[in-house]
């Protein structure tokens, strides 16, 4: 069992900056893959970036390429986000998951291949 604690959200006027962490307890020697999601309210969850969590490979949905950054410090077993020239679009409750499958699935931004999952930290940019 792992356990998965986000921390760093806020709020944020537009072009501003946050870093989101998560920290991993438990069983996390089997973790292959880390990866943040975030929901809005009425829309439906969707992934923001993963990282494999034995190497440098990181993976950015197309909303977010060249404004979030994923990173890890594996000795930490913690993994973070920092989110730069922020959007009002960009608001919404942001998860960390982890899986521990030996490749990315194909359909990760929709969180397949995630087993475990935060209680999320809560996102909000002002226009």
């Known amino acids: 069992q792992v356990q998965l604690v986000e921390s760093g959200g806020g709020s944020v006027q537009a072009g501003g900056s946050l870093r989101l962490s998560c920290a991993a307890s438990?069983?996390?020697?089997?973790?292959?893959?880390m990866g943040w999601f975030r929901q809005a309210p009425g829309k439906e969850r969707e992934g923001v970036a993963a990282i494999y969590s034995g190497g440098d490979n990181t993976y950015y949905a197309d909303s977010v390429k060249g404004r979030f950054t994923i990173s890890q410090d594996n000795a930490k077993n913690t993994m973070y986000l920092l989110m730069n020239s922020l959007k009002p679009e960009d608001t919404a409750m942001y998860y960390c998951?982890?899986?521990?499958?030996?490749?990315?699935?194909?359909?990760?931004?929709?969180?397949?291949?995630?087993?475990?999952w935060g209680q999320g930290t809560q996102v909000t940019v002002s226009s």
């Open positions: 438990g069983y996390t020697y089997d973790r292959k893959f």
């Open positions: 998951a982890s899986s521990t499958s030996t490749w990315l699935a194909a359909g990760w931004l929709n969180g397949a291949g995630f087993n475990y």
